[in-house]
């Protein structure tokens, strides 16, 4: 290795190594009742996202969709998934690798996570759902004012 090459920083890296479903859930409580019921169903989604260090530079990022609708205060049915996936990040600055973990992260399991939730509620015989678009940064910003806010010490 020459002194140049010595001398010139490691190139960033943000990659991923695999994605993967960690655990699939759906229920149908009401079931066959409710699939006599009449109504529009209201829909909660609810989205969490987690990270652990799996070894230097190797993160575990699993974000969790919980899908619950309901006809006439009836659950019609429940669907949780998390996707998961491992991800490569070195060589990027620390104050760097939070956001990575965040929104980076999130962004690319989304899609995946959106078809495991749409294939079980069709499997489970209703109609398909497609869940919209995420912004996983706006949704870090007012994570990170809300800590601010608080006055606590901000958590990836």
Same mark, same amino acid.
């Given at each position: 290795?020459?002194?140049?090459?010595? $001398?010139?920083? @490691?190139?960033?890296? !943000?990659?991923?190594? *695999?994605?993967?479903?960690?655990?699939?859930?759906?229920e149908?409580?009401? @079931?066959?009742?409710?699939f006599?019921?009449?109504?529009?169903p209201s829909?909660?989604?609810?989205? $969490?996202?987690?990270t652990n260090?799996?070894?230097?530079?190797? !993160?575990?990022?699993?974000?969790?969709?919980?899908?619950?609708?309901?006809?006439n205060? *009836?659950? @019609?049915?429940?669907?949780?998934?998390? $996707? @998961?996936?491992?991800?490569?990040?070195?060589?990027?600055?620390?104050?760097?690798?939070?956001?990575?973990? #965040?929104?980076?992260c999130?962004?690319?399991l989304f899609?995946y996570?959106?078809?495991?939730?749409?294939? #079980?509620?069709?499997?489970a015989? !209703?109609?398909?759902?497609l869940?919209?678009?995420?912004? !996983?940064? #706006?949704?870090?910003? $007012?994570? *990170?004012?809300?800590?601010?806010?608080?006055g606590?010490? #901000?958590q990836?």
């Amino acid at each position: 290795m020459s002194e140049q090459e010595a $001398q010139q920083p @490691a190139m960033p890296v !943000f990659g991923l190594e *695999k994605i993967y479903v960690k655990d699939l859930s759906l229920e149908v409580p009401n @079931a066959p009742q409710i699939f006599l019921e009449q109504g529009t169903p209201s829909i909660d989604i609810q989205l $969490q996202n987690q990270t652990n260090g799996v070894e230097a530079g190797i !993160f575990d990022c699993v974000l969790t969709v919980t899908v619950t609708a309901k006809v006439n205060d *009836k659950t @019609a049915y429940l669907v949780e998934v998390h $996707q @998961a996936g491992i991800f490569r990040i070195q060589n990027i600055p620390e104050e760097a690798i939070e956001p990575a973990l #965040a929104v980076g992260c999130p962004n690319i399991l989304f899609p995946y996570a959106r078809e495991a939730v749409s294939d #079980a509620i069709m499997r489970a015989g !209703f109609p398909p759902m497609l869940l919209q678009p995420v912004n !996983f940064e #706006a949704m870090y910003m $007012q994570s *990170k004012q809300q800590q601010l806010q608080a006055g606590g010490e #901000a958590q990836p």
